[in-house]
């Protein structure tokens, strides 16, 4: 049986990408970065705050972290629960003390229930990243237009009315998107987005509606999946951040222009007791350096808005 011509024609077939997102290019090749303060490393801590319903939703997918025992799963609805009461103020403090500027991705419902959460971020001068409404709030094709228009639109409402200022940045559920994401986000009046794990520096998204930024946010040097999916301790989570660092300090002494070290933590699991410790003394060690700047995405994109 022949093979249908229409097989062998696509319109977007051609050399280098079959996209016009971006354009491919070699992160050595491009013009080089210079954050603001002329450190070699931007360390950007994403940290998640999020609350999970106790009747968990499987379309399109369960989210990471959601409940995994029948109704009512007490054990995980309230181990999460301890990230907003117990964990992430623990972290607050850790970043004070190194006085580290953080962006923290925030559900929706984590304003409209625990408002004073909000208030407090906003006090301590972090920046707020818009997360979806809850964590039954995942996106993927096959969710109608309308609706992930309106799930976005609630998510920032729900930030600006407690927090006082819109989001410029966002970052899905589990970094999954629809066709369609990227440009419902720009129509939002989304500066950035977070989901695109292809690179380690900003770079500009094309959408119908205009350019947006993708700020990759990497996936292997979070601790779920360096503690919990892994389940190394915090001690080796703290260690790979420096080795990291190191050679990110040491490719941009030897290529030129600024590097980025994303890293995405949950209250949950490192604000425990037995692994705090580690995570305050790598804040320590981090803040000694002189190479490294602690950066909030936002100040990310506009420094890197010039070059990209």
């Known amino acids: 049986m022949a093979l249908d011509p229409d097989y062998l024609s696509y319109a977007m077939r051609r050399k280098g990408m ?3 997102l971006y354009p491919w290019s070699s992160l050595f090749d491009r013009p080089p970065i210079a954050w603001p303060t002329g ?12 609350w999970f319903p106790i009747l968990a939703e499987d379309k399109p997918f369960r989210a990471p972290g959601h409940m995994q025992t029948a109704y009512p799963d007490y054990r995980h609805y309230t181990s999460r629960e301890y990230g907003t009461r117990v964990g992430f103020y623990r972290m607050l403090d850790a970043f004070a003390k190194v006085g580290a500027q953080v962006s923290v ?8 229930r625990y408002p004073s959460i909000v208030r407090d971020i906003v006090a301590a001068g972090h920046e707020i990243i818009a997360h979806s409404t ?14 992930e228009r309106d799930l976005i639109a609630r998510s920032l409402n729900a930030i600006e009315r407690v927090a006082g200022t819109r989001p410029t940045g966002w970052l899905s559920i589990a970094r999954s998107q629809s066709f ?10 989304l500066t950035y987005m977070c989901d695109w794990a292809n690179d380690e520096l900003p770079y500009r998204f094309a959408t119908t ?38 050679w990110l300090s040491a490719e941009s002494a030897g290529h030129g ?52």
């Not at 809850?134 to 609706?147: Q, Y």
């Open 18 to 20: 079959d996209h016009d």
């Open 39 to 50: 450190r070699a490393v931007a360390a950007w801590f994403v940290v998640s705050l999020e």
């Open 105 to 112: 991705a925030c559900n929706g419902a984590i304003a409209q």
């Open 134 to 147: 809850d964590m039954n709030g995942a996106i993927a094709t096959g969710l109608p237009e309308a609706e």
């Open 180 to 189: 369609a994401t990227p440009r419902l986000l720009k129509e939002a009046g």
């Open 209 to 246: 509606a205009g350019d947006i930024v993708n700020l990759p946010l990497n996936h292997e040097l979070s601790d779920r999946q360096i503690i919990t999916v892994q389940q190394s301790s915090a001690d080796s989570y703290a260690q790979q951040v420096v080795d990291a660092l190191d």
């Open 257 to 308: 222009g600024g590097r980025m070290l994303p890293l995405h933590v949950t209250p949950y699991i490192m604000g425990l007791p037995y692994r705090m410790g580690a995570f305050e003394d790598l804040l320590a060690r981090m803040a000694s350096r002189d190479d490294l700047w602690f950066a909030r995405g936002d100040a990310l994109v506009e420094a890197a808005l010039p070059h990209i």
